[in-house]
């Protein structure tokens, strides 16, 4: 058996098996000391009604399909919705702890300094799709 050379090149439209691929160690990948994103009101929407979303639709999700992600996706859509019915009211709630949220990483992010080897990220900024998407015109 001819084992051929790993540090060959690659031919164009060809991959490494999986266990071959060039990648970073996943300790060098992201500087531990950085602090972490902020979360949107919906994300926390989600934390709060995912267990309650499931239990209110345990057969709609389950018939969803043998796969996890498959049941991921159907909580997803039924979290989705509850969203989109939210009063204006309840939704301030989780807009309030997302703002507060997105305070918190911007002070952290001013006084962080990064590790050997890592560079400093720019706080993510809102772009012109947030902006678009935002906007009171769009309904």
């Known amino acids: 058996m001819v084992q051929k050379d790993i540090l060959a090149p690659i031919p164009p439209g060809k991959r ?7 990648t970073a160690p996943k300790d060098k990948r992201r500087d531990p000391h950085k602090p972490r994103g ?6 926390f929407f ?9 239990n209110e639709n345990k057969e709609e999700i389950e018939g969803a399909g043998p796969k996890p992600s498959e049941r991921n996706n159907a909580i997803n859509k039924i979290l989705g919705k509850m969203w989109k019915e939210l009063s204006p009211k309840k939704r301030a709630t989780y807009d309030e702890m997302a703002t507060s949220d ?22 993510r900024q809102v772009t012109y799709r947030d902006k678009r998407y935002n906007n009171n015109n769009y309904t």
């Open 16 to 22: 490494l098996p999986r266990g071959l691929r060039r």
């Open 102 to 123: 997105k305070q918190r990483y911007l002070e952290e992010m001013k006084s962080y300094e990064p590790s050997k080897g890592f560079i400093k990220d720019v706080p």
């Open 46 to 54: 989600s934390q709060d009604q995912r267990s309650r979303a499931y």
């Open 38 to 43: 902020y979360i949107s009101a919906f994300n």
